[in-house]
């Protein structure tokens, strides 16, 4: 039980354009999903905090209009990351939380690569 | 502000030793301590979920501590496997619901 997935797992795109990024909770509902970045051999930075009908709470230095975050049901949580460029290129990865324990179930990721 | 340190960086290991894996934290009022496992280029795998009222956790081969007071985890592998190579990483649920994560261990099992 508790599955995350991730779709796409892997994209590349032309600088300029925008990427959708999608997290589904399979078995389970989550209240509250989070989205990360991770870049080479570093540890994963939380971008945001998606709460299901409301809106994304954003770390300090994510552009909240170039990340854009919906978490339209208890289950599916999309990462747009609009006017992509280069030093977007990363591996995205985000988590669904249980609602009794807070434990986090993380999505296999998605790297995004912009030319 | 919280933040989450792994000590070592990196570990290689003969195959079937025990070895251990520090986590510190500097901000004791957290819900959770979670440990994970990454494979090169994947996504993370939840090993072990302690709770902040909790001291301990065990599966399998591994065992996980919490000390909130001092700030400190401990990630225990007992006979280590080539298998278990792999970027083992922690992380702390902090009040905010904020999941802070540790640089992370490497770690290389020799076969």
């Known amino acids: 039980g508790a599955v995350v997935s991730q779709h796409p797992s892997w994209v590349i795109c032309k600088s300029g354009t925008s990427v959708k990024i999608e997290c589904r909770s399979l078995?389970?509902?989550?209240?509250?999903m989070f989205w990360y970045r991770q870049f080479p051999k570093q540890s994963l930075m939380l971008m945001a905090t998606?709460?299901?009908?409301?809106?994304?709470?954003?770390e300090q230095g994510v552009e909240k209009d170039k990340f854009l975050i919906n978490h339209a049901s208890l289950t599916l949580s999309t990462l747009t990351v609009t006017s992509a460029h280069p030093e977007d290129s990363s591996f995205y990865i985000c988590?669904?939380?249980?609602?009794?324990?807070?434990?986090?179930?993380f999505g296999p990721g998605t790297r995004l690569t912009v030319t | 502000k919280q933040e989450v340190t792994q000590i070592p960086a990196a570990l290689s290991v003969p195959e079937g030793e025990n070895l251990v894996l520090n986590c510190s934290f500097t901000?004791?009022?957290?819900?959770?301590l979670q440990w994970f496992r990454q494979d090169p280029g994947k996504g993370l795998t939840s090993l072990l979920l302690i709770q902040s009222s909790q001291r301990e956790q065990t599966s399998g081969r591994l065992n996980a501590s919490l000390d909130k007071s001092s700030g400190r985890s401990t990630l225990y592998i007992a006979a280590s496997q080539p298998g278990d190579s792999a970027t083992y990483l922690c992380a702390v649920l902090t009040g905010g619901f904020k999941t802070i994560f540790g640089a992370g261990t490497r770690l290389f099992v020799k076969a």
């Open positions: 078995d389970f509902q989550a209240t509250t």
């Open positions: 988590s669904a939380s249980l609602r009794t324990t807070y434990e986090q179930y």
């Open positions: 998606s709460n299901e009908g409301s809106k994304a709470t954003y």
């Open positions: 901000d004791s009022a957290i819900y959770n």
